[in-house]
């Protein structure tokens, strides 16, 4: 598989797109936002990292780290939708 077929698969395509919306996001400035796209795309980057086989050995570690940062994702969000709720 070639490096464009790698960009074109759904993990990297998705993290493609969150950075490019962190990115917005920094040029806004919103911070928060930019944060949260930031911590989305690693946690897709990270997701299509463990499906390479170099990786492999380190597969147990790796998804403790993905699972710790998509809850974080997640929870980082919703504290997001009560934030803006009170504005």
């Known amino acids: 598989m070639n490096w464009l077929e790698k960009v074109t698969t759904r993990e990297y395509g998705f993290s493609i ?8 996001q920094l040029l806004k400035p919103d911070y928060l936002e930019m944060v ?37 994702t997640a929870v980082y969000f919703l504290f997001m939708l009560r934030n803006d709720a009170n504005f």
Not at 19 to 24: A, D, F, G, R, T
Not at 59 to 69: A, E, G, Q, V
């Open 17 to 24: 797109l969150f950075y490019v919306l962190s990115i917005y």
């Open 36 to 72: 949260l796209y930031i911590m989305a795309g690693t946690s897709f980057a990270l997701m299509g990292l463990l499906k390479e086989d170099m990786l492999q050995k380190y597969k147990k570690t790796l998804d403790i780290i993905l699972w710790t940062l998509i809850i974080f």
